[in-house]
């Protein structure tokens, strides 16, 4: 069965300093993951996917098949990273279009 | 651009009453989705579509229905609210004619208070 656990449900950080979001899955096929991000008063949207393999506002995140993780990673924080991401799972072959999103971590990053 | 709209923003109603919540997209998309909102506990899928009459049941669908009737509206049915469906609904909407299946679009949400 697909499962995305995301460990973390707050995560702090001071602005400059590294940030990593962890992002674990279970998935028996070929999974593909997806970070979305929701800022404050804002709408959930799409904030990067593992096969563009792109950095987006200066966040990465590479799939580690080994061991099943697809975490968050961006050198520098800043104030506007602030906001709640989530880590979503796709599976080929599972029902169309169906997303298996984790708990969510909220990040605030501190001035 | 994508746009995904949901009938109201705030809504309140009371226990035992029937709410619809509906949703409309405007990029002909085929797949159509309802979340429920909570912290803690993410993002959790009610129903989706990915047809017109076609509904499938997602990890949370006791105390809802839906219908879609036109490619671009999918509606949430509360048939009888109750307080523990207090909650932050979220539509989405995703194209299964490209590859990308993974990329879906959201509307801004309904805040639903049952009391």
């Known amino acids: 069965a697909q499962r ?6 707050l995560l702090s950080v001071f602005k400059g300093a590294p940030v990593e979001l962890k992002c674990n899955y279970s998935y028996s096929g070929s999974p593909e993951l997806f970070w979305y991000v ?5 709408r959930l949207q799409l904030l990067l996917r593992h096969i563009s393999r ?12 080994g061991e099943t993780s697809f975490h968050l990673k961006k050198p520098f924080a800043q104030e506007e990273d602030s906001a709640m991401y989530y880590c ?19 990040l605030t990053v501190w001035p | 651009d994508v746009k995904v ?14 709410v619809f919540l509906e949703c409309v997209q405007d990029m002909d998309h085929e797949n159509m989705f309802w979340y429920r909102q909570d912290p803690g506990l993410g993002l959790r899928l009610i129903y989706f ?12 669908p006791e105390g809802y229905s839906v219908s879609r009737e036109k490619k671009e509206r999918f509606s949430l049915i509360l048939e009888s609210a109750s307080t523990n469906q207090t909650s932050m609904y979220l539509c989405a909407s995703s194209d299964q004619s490209r590859g990308d299946l993974g990329e879906q679009f959201f509307g ?3 805040r639903l208070t049952v009391l």
């Open chain 1, 88 to 106: 979503a799972l796709y599976g080929r072959g599972s029902t169309l279009g169906r997303l298996y999103f984790g708990r969510g971590t909220q």
């Open chain 2, 49 to 60: 579509s990915y047809d017109v009459k076609m509904k499938e049941k997602g990890d949370i």
């Open chain 1, 38 to 42: 929701q800022y404050s008063r804002q």
């Open chain 2, 108 to 110: 801004p949400g309904t």
């Open chain 2, 5 to 18: 709209t949901q009938s109201s923003r705030y809504l309140v109603k009371r226990t035992g009453e029937k």
């Open chain 1, 54 to 65: 792109e950095s987006i506002k200066g966040f990465t995140a590479d799939l580690n098949k």
């Open chain 1, 4 to 9: 995305v656990t995301q460990p973390e449900k």
